[in-house]
């Protein structure tokens, strides 16, 4: 999926998690380009930056780069049985009164909500540092393509 995004941003491998567009961002004409194709709350990942620039006026330096991106991976815990490289899940997740823990990114992710399909991608095997001590397992997952 092509995008545009900050010239200092635009950098291979640079993950970000799109939130609602600016203001300025309803009657640019580069508005089908650039956000129209992102979906708010999502994560991805730049796999190319184009040599074509914009000016944009809300990115630093007024400058945008044609970017290519794709949904992002995620390293996650999940107390899921079955986890199985190659198969589907449904990420809705049970809460956790832990609001302190310092893995608590990777139960819950920025960039994922709980509504979203995904796919293990790999499986990295038993998480035994929980302070909560669950049973949980750590994994490489992707989000469906919608």
Do not use: W
């Amino acid at each position: 999926m092509i995008t545009l995004i900050g010239k200092e941003l635009a950098k291979e491998g640079v993950s970000f998690v799109f939130h609602e567009p600016m203001e300025e961002c309803t009657n640019c004409r580069f508005k089908a380009s650039c956000i129209d194709s992102l979906e708010e709350g999502h994560r991805y990942v730049i796999t190319e930056v184009r040599d074509v620039e914009q000016k944009c006026p809300i990115h630093e330096g007024e400058k945008v780069n044609v970017v290519v991106v794709e949904d992002a991976e995620f390293t996650i815990l999940t107390d899921k049985k079955g986890v199985f490289e190659g198969s589907t899940f449904d990420f809705g997740r049970n809460g956790c009164s832990n609001k302190d823990c310092d893995y608590r990114h990777m139960c819950f992710p920025e960039g994922i909500s709980k509504d979203e399909k995904g796919i293990y991608v790999k499986d990295l095997g038993k998480f035994k540092d929980c302070p909560r001590e669950k049973s949980l397992q750590k994994c490489i997952v992707k989000i469906y393509d919608k």
